[in-house]
């Protein structure tokens, strides 16, 4: 369990440097590719790096014979009594809480499939869309943007289509489900909401 709670504690201490790395050096720079890539390569690397041995990749490796060290040793026999610790407590709630939102995260998927399903293949102009049959906030999930037509004028109609153009370009869906996953995960750390 313990080993458990120093995983955890290590991506969140990387992912609360990363944020303010971002916040300190690249808040208010206008290299948005840049921020994408820090953020994403950032939140890999939060997940990956309690697993990898850095000191083994600069330590000289010596062998010394298991005789030897275990006659300085003093013999310690551990007595682990079964019970529920504190460190019990933080994992199930932890638990708990990625559960909660793991049935948000279906929840706005099943919510997608149904706006899905209610909606037809549409063409405006150049830009192929998903036409909904009920009024909705206009959105792009992938290489599909979603949308009311009736409910917009034309020029608003252009505006709407270049912007979710830019996301679909873009593919910021992947953005979006990797940090949903990221917050399901860590959701009890503030700076993974900023």
Known sequence: MESILTYVL?????LTLMYLGYALLLKNLTFYNLNRVYFL???????????????????????VPQGVIFEYLPLVIENSEPGFSLNDLFIVVITLGSAVFLIKLFTQLASLL????????????EYLFRNVVFPIT????????????????????????KHEYVHVKGHHSIDVLLFEIVLLICWYNPFVWL
């Open 10 to 14: 290590q991506v969140n201490l990387l």
């Open 41 to 63: 390569i950032g939140s890999l690397y939060a997940f990956i790096y309690p697993f990898l041995n850095v000191k083994s990749w600069f330590a000289e490796k010596i062998v």
């Open 114 to 125: 149904r706006i899905h399903l209610y909606s037809k293949p549409s063409q405006w102009r």
């Open 138 to 161: 206009p959105f792009s999930f992938f290489n599909k943007i979603y949308l009311h037509k009736k409910q917009h004028q034309e020029l608003e109609l252009n505006d709407i289509f």
